[in-house]
């Protein structure tokens, strides 16, 4: 059984359509595929109508979220799977992420075309089509006008953390995303732990501290982890009762990753199913 836990469709920042997504994730061999667009659930609806008979969809969101660090704030994000849609803290966070992205998003247009760069924000907004903004669609826009050849190159260059052009977003914080997942009847895994700078920021004390307020796994195994990271990851899971993940953050065009890349096993999905109220169960036969 192939189970991929995190993709990205066209309601966040991915570029398949969530009907894409789905016939993708089929096409590839998969048999379970969680939808995890940022800060929204509004891929879910048209995914499952385009579900593939066979494929069994897993309905999640990752959330933009921060550990503060003295006067800094890490960035972290956190995947929320089966919580309830309608769970209004749920409803109310994303409303809030979504317009803190807008806000955040023109205001690094507007730093980009202060500079001469050939952008605009209604061509970024276009390319977002109503989804929560994100730098992948400012990347698009950057290719679009000849600025870079790539997404990834606009992320190594106009689009990076420690950019001039980066301007930063009031994520929630961590432990209160925890809480908020669980407390909506879902389960909290975080993604990527250690993808980019979260390091400094997810030490095995706060794992376990999160641990304690609900979470429910880690996400050891994705295109950013090494061995070394794996393997630190599998430790730490073990040593706190978590669950461990694997996926392959599947984004579309706007990343060169493919579905199924990394994987779960499916005692570790049984597992996170049972962490959850069963409000919104997993879609299709084979989970
Ligand atoms: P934002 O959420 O607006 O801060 O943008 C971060 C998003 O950009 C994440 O969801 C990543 O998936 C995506 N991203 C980060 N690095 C890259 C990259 N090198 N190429 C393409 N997308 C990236
Ligand atoms: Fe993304
Ligand atoms: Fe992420
Ligand atoms: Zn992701």
């Known amino acids: 059984?192939?189970?991929?836990?995190?993709?990205?469709?066209?309601?966040?920042?991915?570029?398949?359509?969530?009907?894409?997504?789905?016939?993708?994730?089929?096409?590839?061999?998969?048999?379970?595929?969680?939808?995890?667009?940022?800060?929204?659930?509004?891929?879910?609806?048209?995914?499952?109508?385009?579900?593939?008979?066979?494929?069994?969809?897993?309905r999640?969101?990752?959330?933009?979220?921060?550990?503060?660090?003295?006067?800094?704030?890490?960035?972290?994000?956190?995947?929320?799977?089966?919580?309830?849609?309608?769970?209004?803290?749920i409803v109310a966070e994303h409303q809030r992420l979504r317009a803190e992205r807008l806000q955040r998003g023109l205001a690094i247009v507007d730093l980009m075309v202060a500079d001469g760069i050939g952008i605009s924000r209604q061509q970024v907004l276009d390319i977002a089509a109503g989804a929560p903004v994100g730098r992948p669609h400012i990347g698009r826009a950057l290719v679009r006008a000849g600025v870079v050849d790539s997404v990834t190159?606009?992320?190594?260059?106009?689009?990076?953390?420690?950019?001039?052009?980066?301007?930063?977003?009031?994520?929630?914080?961590?432990?209160?995303?925890?809480?908020?997942?669980?407390?909506a009847g879902g389960a909290a895994v975080i993604a990527h732990p250690r993808g980019r700078g979260e390091f400094r920021a997810l030490t095995a004390e706060l794992i376990g501290e999160l641990a304690d307020l609900g979470l429910a796994g880690l996400e050891v195994d994705h295109p950013d982890h090494d061995a070394a990271d794996r393997a630190e990851l599998t430790e730490i899971a073990q040593r706190f009762s978590l669950l461990r993940t694997g996926s392959s953050d599947y984004h579309g065009h706007n990343k060169s990753l493919t579905l199924g890349q990394?994987?779960?096993?499916?005692?570790?999905?049984?597992?996170?199913?049972?962490?959850?109220?069963?409000?919104?169960?997993?879609?299709?036969?084979s989970a």
């Open 262 to 285: 990394c994987t779960t096993a499916p005692e570790a999905l049984q597992r996170l199913i049972s962490r959850t109220s069963g409000a919104t169960g997993p879609i299709g036969g």
């Open 153 to 183: 190159e606009a992320f190594s260059s106009y689009l990076a953390g420690h950019g001039s052009y980066y301007v930063p977003k009031l994520d929630t914080d961590l432990r209160v995303a925890v809480q908020l997942v669980t407390a």
């Open 1 to 58: 059984m192939r189970i991929d836990l995190h993709t990205h469709s066209a309601a966040s920042d991915g570029t398949d359509t969530p009907a894409e997504l789905m016939r993708a994730a089929a096409a590839s061999g998969l048999d379970v595929v969680a939808i995890t667009d940022h800060d929204t659930t509004d891929g879910w609806a048209p995914a499952l109508a385009a579900r593939p008979a066979g494929l069994t969809v897993i």
């Open 60 to 89: 999640g969101a990752e959330f933009s979220t921060a550990v503060p660090i003295g006067a800094r704030r890490v960035s972290v994000h956190l995947l929320g799977y089966l919580f309830d849609p309608d769970d209004p803290a």
